[in-house]
């Protein structure tokens, strides 16, 4: 077990360069844009911004703190992709093998060629086996029913015939990138290679060591009075607070979703990552995994935008229109320099109530941004989240 440090607490020393985000911040709440922020920015030495502003539920008038608990649902998939390659560097789990030969339920793939005349799917077999590093980068042929049409396609003709497979592939592994939940199925590699749970896994090899006292599956009763509520952007673009899901101790784990955490906690592992795994007396990776994670695994297919099957859930997804993107070993990259903002090389994901987060290894720079909002990519929240990504650049790009 990695040695214990406390959470990155500290405040950042006051400074002139947050008024100018802390203002625009602000102003996005005070517009009824957003109900609520938490901003956190830090290189890998100090936190270098945090701001809390707004509400964490509007009905109630609760306010918003830099220690208020959010979902960040596929923000869970980073935190997955550290602990299957620490178990790679062990020795566990390999990156190429048949990830059959840890889990034997990838075992006899079939993927979609399409559809009869009738409408009925028409699978075949998948002509090679699903590796660690086809379901870490989603390349793997799984792919979410909230993205892929073809998916809402066959799960409707599946419910006709139930000898059909739930979830089969949607394309032949490795030729091509679709975001699914390939990382639930990396998360139960995890656990048969280690023996543990995932939760219980994550709390010994990761959360615990860095600290992360309020990144968990299920939620104590003090953290949960810390918990911001979701809030639903209806179609005149008002926002109506929803009630606090309801609190059930879990039994199974999801390594792409499902899990609870705070600003300074995300961080803290952001702050892991930019500084080659180590922080505060506690590694989780080596720097040679770290520098791996941040390398393109896919080619030149084009990763990270996305068409919903449900603007309820999810608007349309391309956060950098015009910009090649690559997927990583948890992360998706940019490999162009985003306006004012991240440099090329960069790294990031998000969670579908609207958190995000990125890490710059160029400039040294991680940054965190939680909302509740839904439908994911919300307008507003992106817009938010981009003037925050440029007052950092713009006032501490040189730190």
């Known amino acids: 077990m990695l040695p214990r440090r406390s959470s990155l607490a500290a405040p950042p020393p006051e400074a002139a360069e947050r008024a100018d985000i802390d203002r625009i911040l602000q102003a996005k709440v005070a517009a009824g844009e957003i109900p609520g922020i938490v901003a956190m920015a830090a290189n890998e030495r100090s936190v270098l911004y945090q701001g809390a502003f707004g509400f964490r539920n509007m009905a109630d008038g609760a306010r918003m703190s830099?220690?208020?608990v959010f979902r960040i649902a596929s923000m869970v998939k980073l935190l997955t992709s550290v602990a299957a390659l620490q178990l790679v560097e062990q020795g566990k789990l390999r990156l190429d093998e048949p990830a059959a030969a840890v889990d034997p339920s990838l075992a006899a793939e079939q993927v979609l060629a399409g559809f009869d005349a009738k409408g009925v799917p028409r699978l075949r077999l998948a002509q090679k086996p699903i590796t660690l590093r086809q379901l870490l980068s989603?390349?793997?042929?799984?792919?979410?029913?909230?993205?892929?049409?073809?998916?809402?396609?066959?799960?409707?003709?599946?419910?006709h015939h139930p000898h059909l497979p739930r979830k089969p592939l949607m394309f032949e592994p490795g030729t091509r990138w679709a975001y699914g939940n390939s990382i639930d199925h990396v998360g139960r590699m995890v656990e048969i290679a280690s023996g543990q749970s995932l939760d219980r896994y994550f709390r010994d090899h990761i959360t615990g060591p860095l600290g992360m006292d309020d990144t968990a599956f299920s939620l104590s009763e003090k953290q949960r009075a810390r918990e911001a509520s979701l809030h639903v952007r209806e179609a005149d673009g008002a926002l109506v607070p929803q009630p606090l899901e309801r609190q059930a101790m879990p039994t199974t784990f999801s390594g792409g979703g499902g899990i609870y955490s705070t600003a300074p906690d995300y961080l803290t592992l952001t702050q892991a990552l930019l500084a080659g795994g180590s922080l505060g007396g506690a590694r989780i990776l080596r720097p040679e995994t770290v520098a791996l994670m941040s390398v393109n695994?896919?080619?030149?297919?084009?990763?990270?935008?996305?068409?919903?099957?449900n603007p309820a859930l999810s608007n349309d997804v391309d956060f950098f229109p015009g910009t090649r993107l690559r997927w990583g070993l948890g992360h998706m990259i940019n490999l162009d320099p985003v306006r004012e903002g991240r440099r090329a090389g960069s790294l990031t994901w998000a969670g579908l109530f609207n958190t995000y987060y990125w890490i710059d290894p160029t400039m040294r720079i991680a940054g965190v941004i939680m909302m509740q909002i839904l439908p994911f990519a919300d307008t507003h929240a992106l817009v938010a989240y981009r003037h925050f990504e440029r007052g950092i650049y713009r006032d501490f790009g040189q730190a």
């Open 297 to 309: 695994q896919i080619g030149n297919l084009q990763a990270g935008v996305l068409k919903t099957t």
């Open 138 to 159: 989603h390349t793997s042929g799984f792919s979410y029913v909230l993205w892929d049409p073809n998916v809402v396609r066959y799960l409707k003709a599946a419910r």
């Open 66 to 68: 830099t220690d208020t």
